[in-house]
């Protein structure tokens, strides 16, 4: 009986989880309009795709965040490395297309 409670209460769990993880990736879509919409202002403007300096006020307060909310904070820099990485590419992509 308790191994059948167990195994339920981790089902719900995961199942929080999941729950998480989806809204976790709409958000993630909802950025990357964002990001798409910035590129092609950027493009319009002339401005440059990479920009050091705001990449860094982004990683370390993104870092800084997630180790307030108990995470580990450079865990949290590894993911926004990855969400800037795209960004950039995604950006230089849309900088490339013929207006």
Do not use: F, H, N, Y
């Not at 995961?14 to 990001?35: F, G, M, N, T």
């Not at 440059?48 to 982004?58: A, C, G």
């Amino acid at each position: 009986m308790e191994e059948e409670a167990t195994t339920c209460g981790l089902l719900d769990l995961r199942d929080r989880i999941d729950r998480i993880d989806q809204d976790v990736v709409r958000l993630l879509a909802s950025r990357a309009e964002v990001v798409r919409q910035v590129g092609e202002l950027k493009k319009r403007l002339g401005a440059p795709v990479m920009q050091p300096d705001r990449v860094q006020i982004v990683l370390d307060s993104r870092a800084a965040q997630g180790a307030a909310l108990g995470l580990r904070g450079e865990v949290v820099r590894k993911i926004w490395e990855v969400l800037v990485e795209e960004a950039c590419r995604v950006e230089e992509e849309i900088g490339a297309r013929p207006t």
